[in-house]
């Protein structure tokens, strides 16, 4: 049965990735780091809710993925604030993490093969 909490977790990566992808198309640096933390605030939450979901479960190769995406995705929007430029260090480093997320999500066998397969190639770019 789906709780409020597993909406809430599917709706963050959707808000996730449209705040996201405005900050990017925006020219105003103000604007787009706001579309950006409001970005990082919904895949925290969702990656920190998944987390719990597939720890309780006893899925503990998927949940350590969530757990480091969301530690990759608080590095990012802790440097959002410093400004485009500044903020390359701990893109990377969140990038970096982002992609360790993909494997580990990926060798848990809680998903489809098709999906784990289509996440191998990503953890790769």
């Given at each position: 049965m789906r709780t409020t909490l597993d909406t809430v977790a599917a709706i963050g990566p959707a808000i996730g990735g449209a705040f996201g992808l405005a900050g990017t198309f925006v020219a105003s640096a103000p604007l787009r780091e706001t579309l950006w933390a409001i970005d990082g605030a919904a895949l925290v939450v969702a990656a920190a809710l998944l987390t719990m979901k597939y720890q309780r479960l006893g899925n503990d190769c998927a949940a350590a993925g969530f757990l480091t995406f969301l530690a990759g995705e608080s590095l990012i929007i802790s440097g959002n604030a410093a400004g485009l430029?500044?903020?390359?260090?701990?893109?990377?480093?969140?990038?970096?993490?982002?992609?360790?997320?993909?494997?580990?999500?990926?060798?848990?066998?809680?998903?489809?093969?098709?999906?784990?397969?289509?996440?191998?190639?990503?953890?790769?770019?």
């Open positions: 430029e500044a903020s390359v260090p701990s893109y990377v480093g969140g990038i970096s993490l982002w992609a360790a997320a993909l494997v580990l999500i990926g060798a848990s066998s809680t998903f489809a093969l098709w999906m784990r397969l289509t996440g191998a190639p990503s953890c790769l770019s």
